[in-house]
């Protein structure tokens, strides 16, 4: 039987530089892609670096591979992550003109590397959504209800009694048998499931601290419980925007555009039935949203993210801005065009039998044709157009081209339809790739959690990058 050093020395590298050789062939023809990149320490507390990528390929697949969790063992500057994250990219063979931007969390860290690279940056929305809803719920209602929210789970946590108890309390009353819900505070969402939780269970619960003494002060109050369905009915909808937004295998980015405007309009936006504390929440959740993205070179991205997505074109775009986002992605599909033209070398036409004879031989006289008396001399020959004429009319042949349900799969859409607009789909294979949440890092992290645990947390960092190389990419 094979050994565990056998595993370790011959398998292992062997399968990685299979699984690696593969990913390479398949980086080697990307036009363009986006990344995604995170920082994260170890049980072992041996800090790490992940970077993933982001590309769509001509069969208009989105593609993501988890390209290394390297060995970061410096001071986490912006400095140093900046000149981490252009080696990375070297040591792929990624060209830095080709990436269309880089999508990570608010770390002044992280800002500051992409700053020193001068590359293009997208915001988390799952990051930017948790940090308006901290904001919105700085109340000092609010405070008190979720403080008591947290103490009830948090007495049912401590001890396996209760919990058996509020099992037993669920059937009498013919709840559903749920466990109540932790807040994690680095976890999207996770205080909205711990309030509906408490909702749901609350005869359950107020029926088992009842019995004891040390535990009736720990009953919610019916005003605590009027401000926890009031916050469960603010922050209820965003859940779910949070969860669609964070997948790898479908266009993400050219949603945002659409949700914000959803989001001012109906979803978040104050209603008649509102209580005052509802309104208030609201108001600062989309007073924060609306002041992050409003950032001009962010708002471009996703115009231009929303522009290609054949569901959305430019009808969540600014009347004034339509425009300049026309003229835009006009100009960087000339700028591609020049760069296919100059990697591309002309071919040079093999000279024909006429080409090649003998001038000292006199050509034969052809006989004129009944036919060539009815020709007509043509008046003026119509110039061919330029190739911005063409650009133009290919971005006002796809504005002009019948509207998309919004649930139809804008690849497939594009996959259709290249060959009527061959030069504006290179233009969305470069900007539907790109990620709108950092979620692929963490879940690039959540594999290293599983493979560096309690009993391998001597793994060395060679032997880590192996493994989550393996267990993302081996297909």
């Known amino acids: 039987m094979p050994s565990r050093k056998y595993f370790r020395q011959v398998e292992l590298p062997s399968l990685y530089m299979s699984c690696l050789s593969e990913v390479e062939n398949e980086l080697r023809d990307v036009a363009h892609f986006a990344t995604n990149t995170d920082l994260w320490t170890s049980r072992s507390t041996q800090p790490y670096m992940s970077l993933t990528i982001h590309f769509i390929t001509s069969n208009w697949t989105l593609c993501s591979r988890c390209l290394q969790t390297s060995y970061f063992p410096g001071d986490h500057t912006g400095d140093l992550i900046a000149q981490g994250l252009r080696e990375s990219l070297q040591s792929w063979g990624l060209q830095e003109n080709r990436q269309v931007c880089v999508t990570t969390d608010n770390a002044t860290n992280n800002i500051r590397a992409l700053q020193l690279n001068n590359w293009t940056r997208l915001q988390c929305f799952g990051?930017?959504?948790?940090?308006?809803?901290?904001?919105?719920?700085?109340?000092?209602?609010?405070?008190?209800?979720?403080?008591?929210?947290?103490?009830?789970?948090?007495?049912?946590?401590?001890?396996?009694?209760?919990?058996?108890?509020?099992?037993?309390?669920?059937?009498?009353?013919?709840?559903?048998?749920?466990?109540?819900?932790?807040?994690?505070?680095?976890?999207?969402?996770?205080?909205?499931k711990m309030i509906d939780r408490v909702i749901e269970q609350e005869k359950a619960i107020s029926q088992v601290l009842r019995e004891d003494k040390k535990t009736r002060h720990l009953i919610p109050t019916w005003q605590d419980m009027d401000v926890l369905e009031f916050i469960s009915k603010a922050l209820r909808p965003l859940t779910e925007f949070t969860d669609a937004l964070s997948g790898e295998d479908y266009v993400s980015v050219?949603?945002?555009?659409?949700?914000?405007?959803?989001?001012?309009?109906?979803?978040?936006?104050?209603?008649?039935?509102?209580?005052?504390?509802?309104?208030?929440?609201?108001?600062?959740?989309l007073e924060y949203l609306n002041e992050k993205y409003a950032d001009p070179d962010t708002e471009d991205l996703l115009d231009?993210?929303?522009?290609?997505?054949?569901?959305?074109?430019?009808?969540?775009?600014?009347?004034?801005?339509?425009?300049?986002?026309?003229?835009?992605?006009?100009?960087?599909?000339?700028?591609?065009?020049?760069?296919?033209?100059?990697?591309?070398?002309?071919?040079?036409?093999?000279?024909?039998?006429?080409?090649?004879?003998?001038?000292?031989?006199?050509?034969?006289?052809?006989?004129?044709?009944?036919?060539?008396y009815f020709k007509k001399k043509a008046t003026q020959q119509v110039p061919p157009l330029s190739n911005r004429n063409l650009i133009d009319f290919e971005l006002k042949s796809y504005l002009q081209a019948m509207e998309t349900d919004s649930d139809t799969d804008p690849l497939q859409w594009w996959k259709l339809h290249e060959m009527n607009f061959p030069k504006l789909s290179n233009l969305a294979k470069k900007y539907l790739c790109i990620p709108a949440t950092s979620s692929p890092s963490e879940r690039a992290f959540s594999t290293s959690g599983n493979i560096v645990t309690c009993h391998r947390s001597v793994l060395k960092p060679e032997t880590v990058d192996q493994l989550v190389f393996l267990a993302h990419n081996l297909k």
């Open 127 to 192: 990051h930017r959504l948790h940090l308006a809803i901290e904001k919105g719920m700085k109340l000092p209602q609010v405070d008190r209800a979720v403080g008591v929210c947290k103490k009830v789970v948090s007495a049912f946590s401590n001890t396996w009694k209760r919990r058996r108890e509020l099992a037993v309390a669920q059937g009498e009353l013919g709840l559903p048998v749920h466990q109540l819900i932790t807040e994690t505070v680095n976890r999207w969402g996770s205080r909205q």
């Open 254 to 285: 050219s949603y945002l555009k659409p949700v914000l405007h959803l989001f001012n309009k109906t979803i978040v936006a104050p209603q008649e039935d509102d209580t005052q504390l509802t309104k208030n929440i609201k108001d600062k959740i």
């Open 304 to 372: 231009m993210a929303s522009f290609v997505d054949p569901r959305f074109k430019t009808k969540y775009i600014k009347e004034e801005k339509v425009e300049y986002i026309m003229s835009k992605a006009a100009a960087e599909i000339e700028e591609m065009v020049v760069n296919q033209n100059a990697e591309s070398p002309v071919a040079t036409q093999p000279e024909t039998e006429e080409a090649v004879a003998d001038p000292a031989v006199p050509a034969k006289k052809k006989h004129k044709g009944l036919g060539s």
